[in-house]
């Protein structure tokens, strides 16, 4: 077996490469190691491992981001295994695992052993995500934030902030949209997000659907209608904890494999924290899979779910 780790030098922390790259050094099984250097790179060198058509696994080492491109270019390969090692400062596909995901995914021993599953993937116009994609006043605060973190006078949380206030406070949370999934029909009126899940956890710790899986075959997507401030303000806490049964008035949630929706003006979409625009979308369940490996005893399921087989324990 072929073990490739693809380490993402710009993910994390300082002296994070440094620290992963001593872990690797002192690896007992054979491997091999590439570093990113632009945008690209790592689906690249993926694309490129599954091109020779032997078994291999494939680590992405960093963030949602760099994943994200290791799952685009491993897909639908059956001779190929992804897994994701969190050097990232997020890494919300991996919270699916528990509050310890960063310990069972950083024994990297434990993790090149470990069972792998099947996972489903979202296909968004054509761009593959393993975790969520979200359109609306999140997706446009999480592309601000990308744009503002370049700015040498502030924080990641400096940069968060501003682009909170800039897109709530200035350009306003609802914009036009017309949105067709399943038998709910929204034509062209005011939409504040729209999310689709086929993780459970985006934008650093939200989680939208808790019962949602990356391997039962149904995206689970939520459409929040307009609201203003203090409404925002009032249910962002219960959004972000599942609890979207409680507000029928004000959240509509289908689940099933496809959903369509446009405006006038371009939408602004973020796949896996990847920013796309453009004025129309197809999000639909991919019929490419990913094979996904995890450290035995790794559990994603729901904590009411009960027991089952073919998990990674």
Not at 82 to 109: A, H, M, Q, S
Not at 169 to 192: C, L, Y
Not at 201 to 228: I, N, Q, S, T
Request: with cysteine.
């Amino acid at each position: 077996m072929r073990h490739l780790f693809i380490i993402n030098p710009a993910a994390g922390k300082r002296g994070s490469t440094a620290h992963l790259a001593e872990l690797v050094d002192r690896l007992t099984f054979s491997h091999e190691v590439v570093y990113t250097q632009k945008e690209g790179d790592a689906r690249r060198f993926a694309r490129e491992a599954a091109q020779t058509g032997e078994p291999v696994r494939i680590y992405a080492c960093g963030g949602d981001g760099t994943l994200n491109e290791v799952v685009n270019g491993a897909a639908g390969c059956a001779h190929v295994a992804v897994t994701n090692v969190p050097k990232g400062t997020g890494n919300d596909f991996l919270k699916i695992f528990g509050p310890g995901y960063r310990e069972l995914f950083w024994d990297l021993e434990a993790l090149a052993v470990g069972p792998q599953m099947p996972f489903d993937l979202i296909s968004c116009n054509g761009h593959l995500g393993i975790d969520v994609v979200c359109a609306g006043v999140d997706a446009r605060i999480a592309a601000g934030v990308h744009r503002y973190k370049d700015l040498w006078f502030l924080s990641g949380m400096g940069a968060y902030i501003l682009s909170l206030l800039e897109n709530v406070f200035f350009k306003g949370i609802a914009r036009p949209m017309t949105v067709r999934m399943g038998d709910i029909h929204w034509e062209n009126q005011p939409a504040s997000l729209l999310c689709i899940c086929n993780g459970r956890y985006y934008g650093g710790g939200f989680m939208p659907v808790g019962e949602a899986m990356p391997d039962d075959g149904v995206l689970d997507m939520l459409l929040v209608r307009r609201v203003g401030l203090f409404t925002l303000l009032r249910l962002v806490g219960q959004y972000a904890r599942g609890n979207y049964r409680k507000y029928p008035d004000l959240i509509l949630s289908f689940h099933g494999q496809e959903v369509d929706f446009s405006a006038m003006e371009p939408i602004t979409v973020v796949v896996d924290g990847e920013v796309m625009r453009d004025t129309a979308f197809t999000v639909r369940l991919s019929e490419k899979k990913v094979n996904f490996f995890c450290p035995a005893g790794a559990d994603y399921r729901p904590a009411a779910e009960p027991p089952g087989p073919d998990r990674c324990f």
